[in-house]
T-cell receptor, first 117, second 111 residues
Framework: GAVVSQHPSRVICKSGTSVKIECRSL??????MFWYRQFPKKSLMLMAT?????????EQGVEKDKFLINHASLTLSTLTVTSAHPEDSSFYIC?????????????FGPGTRLTVL | DAKTTQPTSMDCAEGRAANLPCNHS???????VYWYRQIHSQGPQYIIH???NNETNEMASLIITEDRKSSTLILPHATLRDTAVYYC????????????FGSGTQLTVLP
């Protein structure tokens, strides 16, 4: 099956710093990538949808200036958490949709654990 | 996408079959039932999907009732590594929308 990777798998940073998370589709072209956030013992919540070459669409309540998303190529999307604070500590999961699949299959990365001190 | 209802948690003895129910009474004719699972601190993993016929693959079986208002995911011989949160999701097969996750069922396989 299709593989989606994320880097880093975990990151610890100080409050006020920015953190970049990369999401790559390894063996397919992802026309659309999704970013989810998951707090402890909660379900995945969609943060934003990004289409290659265009601006991301953010869900209600998600600050676009704080969570910068770049989807510059068909295999790479990045999420930058700017001026991170402890409440941003969470599990961030990306997902990529195979643009060539008629079924619009969606594949998930392994997630990135962000801890802000 | 139709709403789904799942029990919050279930236990299963190792080696026994785990049967996870899902209600989707508002499912429409062109919507499929998908099952994903999420092992702790990992991304979701696709398990199986179906429209109206029962489906089986190397991971699990999916039984969909004739009226399609409910389904059951069956793990025939549960192992400790099957402990995870299992999500039942209903959506159109070619839908361009993102997968939306409910609360899921926490399955704990007991030794």
């Amino acid at each position: 099956g299709a593989v989606v990777s994320q880097h880093p798998s975990r990151v610890i940073c100080k409050s006020g710093t920015s953190v970049k998370i990369e999401c790559r589709s390894l063996d397919f072209q992802a026309t659309t990538m999704f970013w989810y956030r998951q707090f402890p013992k909660k379900s995945l919540m969609l943060m934003a949808t990004s289409n290659e070459g265009s601006k991301a669409t953010y869900e209600q309540g998600v600050e676009k200036d704080k969570f910068l998303i770049n989807h510059a190529s068909l295999t790479l999307s990045t999420l930058t958490v700017t001026s991170a604070h402890p409440e941003d500590s969470s599990f961030y999961i990306c997902s990529a949709r195979d643009g060539s699949s008629p079924n619009n299959e969606q594949f998930f990365g392994p997630g990135t654990r962000l801890t802000v001190l | 996408d139709a709403k789904t209802t799942q029990p919050t948690s279930m236990d299963c003895a190792e080696g026994r079959a785990a049967n996870l129910p899902c209600n989707h009474s508002t499912i429409s004719g062109n919507e499929y039932v998908y099952w994903y699972r999420q092992i702790h601190s990992q991304g979701p993993q696709y398990i199986i999907h179906g429209l109206k016929n029962n489906e089986t693959n190397e991971m699990a079986s999916l039984i969909i009732t004739e009226d399609r208002k409910s389904s059951t995911l069956i793990l025939p011989h549960a192992t400790l590594r099957d402990t995870a949160v299992y999500y039942c999701i209903v959506r159109g097969r070619g839908s361009a929308r993102q997968l939306t996750f409910g609360s899921g069922t926490q399955l704990t396989v007991l030794p």
